[in-house]
């Protein structure tokens, strides 16, 4: 028995170095990326004039989603009273608070000037959706850390209010950060209310996919209790369900804007159907992120564990290349004809530099190290209440 | 109820008169201190070309100058999170750099194209009808330089002025009025 467990530990032991060492990789990849744009500014950056919206914003975009559909499962549990999902909480909003740490850090790299969000407190334009979703992803942030601690102190008679303000603070501040997008009447390919609404289908399927990720691997060397199972069961049913509305929702989104001429729409759709980013968009977005995982959950029926983490990973991957796909197509249609920067096909290009994919990869080793640590130092399964 | 404007700065643009020399790009980059470093993306103002029109023999070239709209009813204040893009009681539309964090967002929101960062300021910039001329009684750089007398500056409000009386004239046209934002460039057509 003793030979056992302690066979145990060291596997485990060796799981974390090996987790430990790919974070700390990730990580320095990172700090080169950051050590580069510490000396060359924005100009280590491949944005420009006409596409200032790059890769980082993308991420960061993938990042705040993701934090938000953690905090939507979690409210099962906690608001409206699912018993499966009471002990998958504390795990929950432990990832949701490092998915949003890691995507402010990102975030904190494009924003050419960060010291002076003091202005968003001291000169606040209330028009602007920036403001609204910076300021509410600020308040969020707060009101996760504070779920977190009362969940830690075991203090349960409150965390049913936390995980209340959470998930209203995670609807709001995600929808509004779909509006950031939505209210930009330039850009006819983001405006509209599609965005904000269809981000919180998104954010709740990314939900659902990293709530299973974690728990394969919390107990992917030791049994799964009955409840957590059952949680998971019930999250890949979710997830399935979730992602026959976001196909449902893609058809219509390509169908309107190839049906109509609208400048801009009907272009920005095109190059995704068989422009310059085809390939993200049909083998990243549509296959890995929505067919494959879809059709593999329907398999399985959301009962195989095996099929609902590749499931995971595939729309996780999709959804990432699915925000880089749909910053950068709003951008490539250019709002004049005659700029230096278009080509022969009339569209502008853009494609990261090795700097900002550095910071992406960084960001990813920011939130593995970080989950790894709290992991660690917090006892993150939390006991039935 | 807000006070009715004293002045209204517009400028009027006669492009059949846009030779396509490219003075006010030079003119405005001086006057601004405006050091483009090589950098292609690094300007205020523009010229476009709008193609060759008519039937050989008689064929003609038409150019477009164009620049911030300085818009009546500015996207690029609406979404700008910590009010350093703002407007003036003259309708110029401004920035105050410090409160600049750089996110961009009114560079996407401008239908014109008229913002970009700056690598000398490290912040947006963009044409401010060279206010500090303006307050000295002078005409901006690019209507002072222009060798043809392309565009013509002055107060909309004031119906002598040489704008009012164009634009009374003639027939004229706004870019992308669709776009909603009551730009204050006039093309006179």
Known sequence: MNTIAIQAKMINSRGDLIWALTAGVLCLVGLIGLGNYLIQGHDAYNVYRQVPWGILISTYVFFAVCCTGLCLVSALGHVFGVEAFARVGKRAIAMAIIALVSGFVVIGLEIGQPLRLVYNLLSPNLTAPIWWMGTLYGIYLAVLLTEFTLMIRGQHRYVGYASLAGFIGGVAANSNLGSVFGFLDARVWWHGPFLPVSIIITAAISGCAILILLFAHRYAREKMPADIRQAITISAKIFALLLGVLIFFQFWMVMTAIYGQVPGKRDAMMILLKGPLALSYWGFEIILGMLLPFALLLLSRGKSLGLAVVAAVSTLIGLFFMRYNTVVAGQLVPMRAEVDAVGPDGLLSYSPSLTEIAIVIGGFGLCLALYFAANRYFNLDEQGH | ?189
């Not at chain 2, 006070?3 to 003119?27: F, G, N, Y």
Request: proline share 7%.
């Open chain 2, 1 to 189: 109820m807000s006070e009715p404007r004293t002045k209204r700065w517009v400028m009027v643009v006669d492009p059949r008169k846009c030779i396509d020399c490219k003075a006010c790009d030079v003119a405005c980059k001086r006057e601004n201190k405006i050091d483009a470093k090589g950098r292609r993306e690094t300007y205020r103002n523009w010229i476009t070309s709008k193609g060759v029109e008519g039937v050989y023999p008689n064929l003609k070239q038409r150019f477009e100058p164009s620049q911030c709209q300085h818009c009546d009813n500015p996207p690029c204040v609406k979404v700008c999170p910590t009010s350093a893009s703002y407007q003036t009681p003259e309708g110029l539309v401004m920035i105050d750099y410090k409160r600049c964090i750089v996110c961009a967002s009114c560079i996407l929101a401008c239908p014109y194209d008229a913002r970009y960062k700056s690598s000398q300021t490290k912040v947006i910039d963009k044409c401010t009808f060279c206010i500090h001329r303006i307050a000295e009684g002078k005409l901006p750089a690019c209507v002072d330089t222009c060798p043809t007398k392309v565009r013509v500056f002055g107060d909309l409000n004031d119906p002598n002025s040489e704008v009012s009386r164009l634009l009374a004239r003639h027939h004229y046209y706004v870019l992308k009025p669709e776009a909603g934002t009551k730009p204050s460039l006039f093309y006179l057509s």
